[in-house]
């Protein structure tokens, strides 16, 4: 057995185990109330090269924009209304911190920030994955005749 061969099949492994973890998280998180965990989505998104990890991430922001362009859907009071049915009579919930979903005033308007719910620089890398996406070239090419 050759080492390229091992090298190939351990990063090969790597991928699938990084898309395998993908693929539950995305499938799993709220897409409610996203302001807690999109940031760290991005900054993992931009560590990985993966066409098919970068399908994933577009479809699921996607769902995403979409929901969030009614303002009450992020607000923060629902929190407190949403049943929690998984719970046992004698199970207690960790409490975490939630100063990313407090407000002052009444009035929700939404999660805004420069571009929709994206800050510029996501904004940016989103595109970019979408032109790429599309088969795009986003870099400078220098064409020598």
Request: aromatic share 14%.
């Given at each position: 057995?050759?080492?390229?061969?091992?090298?190939?099949?351990?990063?090969?492994?790597?991928?699938?185990?990084?898309?395998?973890?993908?693929?539950?998280?995305?499938?799993?998180?709220?897409?409610?109330?996203?302001?807690?965990?999109?940031?760290?989505l991005?900054?993992?998104?931009?560590?990985?090269?993966?066409?098919?990890y970068?399908?994933?991430?577009?479809?699921?922001?996607?769902?995403?924009?979409?929901?969030h362009?009614?303002?009450?859907?992020?607000?923060?009071?629902?929190?407190?209304?949403?049943?929690?049915?998984?719970?046992s009579?004698?199970?207690?919930?960790?409490?975490?911190?939630?100063?990313?979903?407090?407000?002052?005033?009444?009035?929700?308007?939404?999660?805004?920030?420069?571009?929709?719910?994206?800050?510029?620089?996501?904004?940016?890398?989103?595109?970019?994955?979408?032109?790429?996406?599309?088969?795009?070239?986003?870099?400078?090419?220098?064409?020598?005749?």
């Amino acid at each position: 057995m050759s080492i390229s061969y091992v090298l190939e099949h351990s990063f090969l492994t790597h991928v699938q185990s990084l898309l395998a973890s993908q693929y539950y998280m995305l499938t799993f998180l709220p897409l409610s109330h996203p302001q807690s965990y999109l940031p760290m989505l991005f900054r993992v998104w931009e560590s990985v090269n993966s066409y098919m990890y970068d399908e994933r991430m577009l479809q699921f922001l996607a769902r995403l924009a979409e929901m969030h362009v009614d303002p009450t859907a992020s607000d923060p009071r629902k929190i407190k209304d949403l049943p929690d049915d998984a719970v046992s009579d004698d199970e207690g919930r960790p409490q975490w911190p939630n100063e990313d979903l407090q407000f002052n005033g009444t009035y929700w308007g939404g999660l805004y920030k420069d571009v929709g719910i994206f800050t510029e620089y996501d904004w940016g890398s989103l595109m970019s994955k979408c032109l790429a996406s599309m088969g795009q070239f986003t870099g400078v090419a220098t064409f020598v005749d």
